[in-house]
C-alpha cells in the first residue's frame, strides 16, 4: 500500500511541476486565455505636391497631416483604431496624381483622400473621386474645384472669387480704380484670372493690363514693364509658383511705386525671404493663421491658431503657413467625421463632411452643407501685409 502511494503522488507532482498556471485551463474553454483584439488601422489617403515646383505648398501639409496622425494615435487612436497615412506625392503633376488617386481607391481601400495641393490637379482628381464614391477634401482654392457642386469633393481653402472681392473692397476704399493684372498660367492663376476679370466690372474696377507667365518663368520684366507704361494705379500678381516672390522685386528694379497686391497664394513666409525688402508693403487676403501674433486676444480663434503654429515650429524648426494649415483643417474635418459616424465606411464620412457646421480650422469656422462645398466666406480673409520682412495684420 504504501509503495502505491508513493507513487500517486510522484505522479501528482509530474503534473504539478509540467503545467503552467495558464496550462491548467486548457482543456477547459471557459477558462481559455483571452487573448487581446487588435482592431484594423483606418487608411487615409493623401495627395500632395511635396516635391516639383509647388513642394513650398506640399510638403508643410504632408508635415501637418503626419503630426496630427502621430498626436491621435500617441492618445489611442480614434474609437480605439490607429490612423495610417498613405501618402503620395504627386509633384503637382496631375497625371502623376491620377495615378496616385486610383492606387489609393482600388489597391489602398482608403475611407477618405487629403488633398491635392494644386487646383488644377484637384480639377484632375475631381471626376474620379466622384466615380469612385470616394470623399476627397482639397487643400487648394480655386473655387471651380466646388462650383458646380460635386457630391463627394470638398475643399478647405477660401474661395478665390472672395479673395477678388476683399481685394477690390481695399481699393475702392483707398481710390484704386484702375488696375493690371499678372497671372500664372497653372490652374490656379487661370481661375484666379477669371475672377479678377469677371469681377471687375461689378465692383467700378478697370483693368488696363491683362499680362500672364508660365511656372517655369525667372523673369517678370517685360510683363511689368508693359504695365508701367499704363495708367495703372496698382499691380494684382495672382499665381502658387515662386513668380511670387519675382514679380515684387522686378517691380523694385523698374522703380514701379505702385501698390502691389496678391492672391492667398502669398502666404508662405518662404515667399517673403525670396522676395526680400521688396516684399514689405504687399498687401494679401489670407487666414488669420499669418498673422497669429498680432492677432487680439479676443479673436474668436487665436488661441487654436498659436497651439497650431507653436506645434508645427516645434517639431519642423520651421513657421507654419496658410497650406500646411488647408492640410490641418482638411484631415481634422475627416477625423471629426469618423468620431461623428464610427465608423470608416465611404458615404456615412460623406454624409457628416457636408453636415459639419461651425467648425474652426486654422481658415476660419466651416458651415458646409448640400449647396456649400466650401464652407467660408469672405469674412474668413483678414487683410495681411509684409512689415520688416514678417506678416502682420494690414491696418490702413
Known sequence: MRKYLVFAIGIALLFGISCSPGDQNAGDPTKAAVKPVVKEPIKIGAILAITGSASWLGEPERNTIVMIAETVNAAGGINGRKIELIIEDCEGAPDKAVTSINKLIKQDNVCA???????????????????????????????????????????????????????????KSVNISKIAIITGTTGFGAAGRKQLISIAAKMGITIVADETYNPTDTDMTAQLTKIRGTDAQAVVNWSIVPAQSIVPKNMSQLTMTIPLYQSHGFGNINYVKQAGPAANGIIFPAGALLAVDSLPATHPRKALLTQYAKDYQAKFNAPASTFGGHAYDALHLVINALKKTGSDDKAALRDAIESTTNFDGTAGTFNYSATDHCGLKKDAFELITVKDEKFVLYTP
Not at 128 to 153: G, H, M, R, T, Y
Request: proline share 8%.
Open 113 to 171: 483622400i487629403v488633398g491635392p495641393s494644386r487646383s488644377g490637379v484637384a480639377m484632375a482628381l475631381k471626376p474620379i473621386a466622384e466615380e469612385n464614391e470616394v470623399p476627397l477634401i482639397a487643400c487648394a482654392a480655386a473655387e471651380d474645384i466646388v462650383n458646380p457642386i460635386s457630391k463627394w469633393v470638398f475643399k478647405t481653402p477660401q474661395n478665390d472669387s472672395d479673395c477678388v472681392i476683399r481685394i477690390y473692397e481695399h481699393m
